[in-house]
């Protein structure tokens, strides 16, 4: 099974609005990374966020982690049509590296 | 900077043949990692190296897979049978490694598409 599983698998909204997509995992983790993935292109790096850290933002990114829930989150606000994509997360324990299933983003103009 | 480089970008072989993708990671990082991913099984890790030593090979799927990384600017990832299962995108990413919290951003090139007819 995953480490890191994603939902919504999808989501479609229109632009302007708000996208949230939520990352969960069973171990513990050092640290926990988003990425974004345009169709057919590889993946772009978004954000680390570690352990310690509960929030971090990046421009219209916000992603915070709870730790004692073991899931993370990725908002993107105010979306726009070029936030279209999968956004995946990566969790990293200790040396061991998986992604989540990934969340299709649709942005609607 | 450039960022992580693959070759080639796109191959498509026949069932039976030998294929090679080669990767240049980031100068500097001593991390690196083969991904694949496919629409079945999303993206999955087949091995990485710690300053050019394979640490966790563990999802390289048989023997048919290897992977080398001679030195720090260079690996490839050999399929010997290729066969149509393999077909997907193969990553390579590289990263300034750390233990615990010092734990890097991961870079991903831009994939090699392999096609197995």
């Known amino acids: 099974s995953q480490q890191g599983e994603e939902d919504p698998q999808a989501l479609s909204i229109q632009e302007g609005e708000n996208a949230t997509m939520n990352c969960s995992y069973k171990t513990s983790i050092n640290n926990l990374q988003w990425y974004r993935q345009n169709s057919g292109r590889g993946l772009v790096h978004l954000i680390l966020?570690?352990?310690?850290?509960r929030e971090k933002h990046s421009g219209r990114l916000r992603v915070t982690l709870d730790t004692s829930k073991k899931s993370s989150s990725l908002l993107i606000t105010a979306s726009r049509a070029a936030d279209t994509a999968s956004y995946f997360c990566l969790t990293d324990s200790w040396g061991k590296f998986q992604f989540g299933a990934g969340t299709q983003v649709v942005v609607t103009p | 900077d450039a960022g992580v480089i693959q070759s080639p970008r796109h191959e498509v072989t026949e069932m039976g043949q030998e294929v090679t993708l080669r990767c240049k990671p980031i100068s500097g990082h001593n991390s690196l990692f083969w991904y694949r991913q496919t629409m079945m099984r999303g993206l999955e890790l087949l091995i990485y190296f710690n300053n050019n030593v394979p640490i966790d090979d563990s999802g390289m799927p048989e023997d048919r897979f290897s992977a080398k990384m001679p030195n720090a600017s260079f690996s490839t990832l050999k399929i010997q049978p290729s066969e149509p299962r393999d077909s997907a995108v193969y990553f390579c990413?590289?990263?300034?490694?750390?233990?615990?919290?010092?734990?890097?951003?991961?870079?991903f090139g831009e994939g090699s598409w392999l096609t197995v007819v």
């Open positions: 990413a590289s990263s300034s490694s750390g233990t615990g919290l010092a734990g890097n951003t991961i870079y």
């Open positions: 966020i570690r352990s310690n850290e």
